[in-house]
């Protein structure tokens, strides 16, 4: 759980990058959903395996979870104004639908687990197979480099909220430079009205 807003910082980078497809609110919000898993885990069965109890931390069931997370939010109308409301409010305007709230479940689980699945040995990432094999592909087969992956993983993930900050500025600013353009234009316009009446056409 402590891990929690680390992993806000490479799914805002991604669901910035394909906002026009994904919720973005949703796409962050289900780090929180699949992590419930891990609370609960700790008041049902305290002590690892922790990521097993409820097989949130996995690319079938999360994904379901996932889903169903993004569809809820979709048809409880204050959750949707939320969503579209504080992208309104953080300057990028989204209309959003059933399809980008599902999807932004789906893939924002997806994205959670996958991360989680280089450093937690207990993650079933395919269950109901059982073995992490993304765990052993990435750490060597050896739990002593649980560490040291877990160090990178943070690593990274405090890239990608730097990452995310400059993206965001990229994407206010080239929503002020069509307004720009357009200003411009229209100045441009009303420039060439002004010299076509000041000097008659030859
Ligand atoms: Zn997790």
Known sequence: MPFTPYHFGPNGFVGLLFRRWFDVPVFIAANVLVDIEVIADHF??????????????????GGFAGAIF??????IKPFRWLSEKSMALIGLPAKTTLLSMVLAGVLGVWLHVLIDSFYHYDIQIFWPHKDNTIFRW????????????????VFYCKLFWG????????????????NNRDVMRQSEKSEAKAAGTKSPQA
Do not use: C
Not at 139 to 152: A, L, R, V
């Open 44 to 61: 049902l069965q305290p002590g690892w395996p922790v990521h097993q109890i409820w097989h949130f931390h996995t690319l079938l069931v």
């Open 70 to 75: 993004g569809a809820i939010v979709y048809y």
């Open 138 to 153: 990435i750490n060597s087969g050896k739990m002593s480099n649980m560490e040291k992956t877990q160090q990178w993983v």
């Open 163 to 178: 990452l995310m900050l400059g993206l965001y500025g990229v994407l206010l600013a080239l929503r002020a430079y069509p």
